[in-house]
């Protein structure tokens, strides 16, 4: 089991769909990621958070929107996606950033289908 | 950051040590080396991660080479639901935020 908990597990929507992924952790951790991972690839960044404020942004789509509503919430608004941004979406904490000593701890993922 | 190299795959016997090596011949001083693994259908797991010093801990334990130029993740008695890719990932502390994967290794423990 996965302290990091992510809902829905599974997502179809359409490219015409507004929907929203949530992670939530409660292990006191003040850094959240999002990171997005295609079929046999790595994950890959997407955002990061550090104290509810977003300090990086991977160059990602303005369809993908992220919101980090207080510490231990991080959403994932999704709006007029295409079928190639299909993949498993996963949340991740970490005590802080700036701390190279701080590992990430992940969820299971979300595994979003775009029809 | 450093880049690493693992190899893409690897059998192991249930019940037996896995030695499972990674190079990053690139590494400086205040990178850290650390691993993760996936199993199917999961997020990633974080297993360890070390600067310098031999480090264990109740899931492996990983040697990092007296040059840092390379390390070697060790899973004492592998079981079946060790089966996972395995990432090793050189993480600076100048870029401390990020957590980037590489390839990975492919183990897959049989009985």
């Known amino acids: 089991d996965t302290e990091v908990t992510q809902t829905p597990k599974h997502l179809v929507m359409g490219m015409t769909n507004k929907k929203s992924l949530k992670c939530e952790q409660h292990?006191?951790?003040?850094?959240m990621y999002w990171y997005k991972q295609k079929a046999k690839k790595p994950p890959e960044l997407m955002f990061v958070?550090?104290?509810?404020?977003?300090?990086i942004n991977e160059s990602v789509p303005s369809r993908f929107s992220p919101e980090c509503p207080n510490s231990s919430l991080l959403n994932l608004h999704l709006h007029a996606l295409q079928p190639e941004d299909s993949a498993l979406y996963l949340c991740?904490?970490?005590?802080?950033?700036?701390?190279?000593?701080?590992?990430?701890?992940f969820g299971n993922g979300t595994r979003l289908t775009v029809t | 950051d450093a880049k690493t190299t693992q190899p893409p795959s690897m059998d192991c016997a249930e019940g037996r040590a896995a030695n499972l090596p990674c190079n990053h011949s690139t590494i400086s001083g205040n990178e850290y080396v650390y691993w993760y693994r996936q199993i199917h259908s999961q997020g990633p797991q974080y297993i360890i991660h070390?600067?310098?010093n031999n480090e264990t801990n109740e899931m492996a334990s990983l040697i990092i080479t007296e040059d840092r130029k390379s390390s070697t993740l060790i899973l004492p008695h592998a079981t079946l639901r060790d089966t996972a890719v395995y990432y090793c990932?050189?993480?600076?502390?100048?870029?401390?935020?990020?957590?980037?994967f590489g390839a990975g290794t492919t183990v897959t423990v049989r009985a």
């Open positions: 292990m006191g951790h003040r850094a």
């Open positions: 070390g600067l310098k």
């Open positions: 991740a904490s970490s005590l802080l950033t700036g701390q190279v000593n701080s590992p990430l701890h």
């Open positions: 990932i050189v993480r600076a502390y100048y870029n401390d935020y990020k957590l980037s």
């Open positions: 958070y550090s104290y509810e404020k977003l300090s």
